[in-house]
């Protein structure tokens, strides 16, 4: 698996995105889910607080979600556009391992960016204290092992993963970088970033109406001509299977 740098780096910028500026802009809440009341009703908590919900889809109990919240002066909170956040965020924001907005430019600087990963995720491991924290690195590694390299995150409090997987596009002929982000302020974030003819080819797409006007209008901070496409759903590269764990090697 050999990363170039220079696309990494310029991906990277979405993680220096201004989160505050994003979240205010975009409004997108991480709502958890405690409860089913039954008729579309949830009780949740949003930003430490417990209330009751109305979700326009079916949701599930302990699990957490990107949505848009509508909040009736007098009425029930509406949660719509949810999204389900991936649990390996959940489970990595747990952890101690992490890497700073500096951090990740060192590593992407580096020859070999798995390599140099593996290292740290080792080094780690091997002081893990709890049955957790020894779950989250060892499916970092088998993440690695899934050619698939799962970079947790943490700027300004927001904890967010990216991943990036190398491979072979048979229809195209080219070899093109695969990506995945779960950002606590943009929501879900996907693509595909393609070297033609010389030129970087970056294409995303996003979960939320507000997350795509948001980029677009933050072009300028980009040194690539990108593409954004509205979707559905996106899902990550690689999801952690603890059922697999005894399948790492290191």
């Excluded at 500026?21 to 949830?42: M, N, P, Q, R, T």
């Excluded at 979600?65 to 924001?93: D, F, H, V």
């Excluded at 580096?110 to 924290?133: G, R, V």
């Excluded at 300004?156 to 990036?164: A, G, H, K, T, V």
């Amino acid at each position: 698996m050999n990363f170039s740098i220079n696309q990494l780096s310029s991906l990277a910028k979405l993680i220096s995105t201004n989160p505050n500026e994003a979240k205010a802009f975009i409004k997108l809440a991480s709502v958890d889910v405690l409860k089913s009341l039954g008729d579309g009703k949830y009780t949740i908590v949003l930003d430490n607080k417990t209330l009751t919900a109305q979700s326009d889809k079916p949701l599930s109990e302990g699990a957490k979600y990107w949505s848009q919240l509508t909040q009736p002066k007098n009425g029930t909170a509406q949660l719509s556009n949810l999204q389900k956040m991936p649990q390996q965020l959940q489970n990595l924001q747990n952890s101690q391992f992490e890497y700073s907005l500096k951090d990740l430019q060192t590593l992407l600087k580096s020859q070999k960016p798995e390599t140099l990963m593996k290292q740290n995720l080792l080094e780690h491991l091997s002081s893990a204290s709890t049955k957790d924290e020894f779950s989250s690195l060892s499916n970092l590694l088998l993440s690695l092992q899934n050619n698939t390299l799962t970079i947790p995150i943490r700027q300004d409090n927001y904890f967010s993963i990216l991943q990036f997987k190398k491979r072979y596009n048979k229809k195209s002929k080219r070899t093109q970088l695969d990506f995945y982000a779960a950002l606590e302020f943009l929501g879900p974030v996907s693509g595909v970033i393609t070297l033609e003819d010389g030129s970087v080819n970056i294409d995303l797409n996003v979960a939320f109406d507000k997350t795509k006007n948001f980029l677009e209008d933050d072009m300028d901070n980009f040194s690539y001509d990108i593409n954004i496409s509205l979707v559905e759903n996106i899902e990550p590269l690689y999801n952690a299977n603890n059922n697999a764990l005894l399948d790492v090697s290191i």
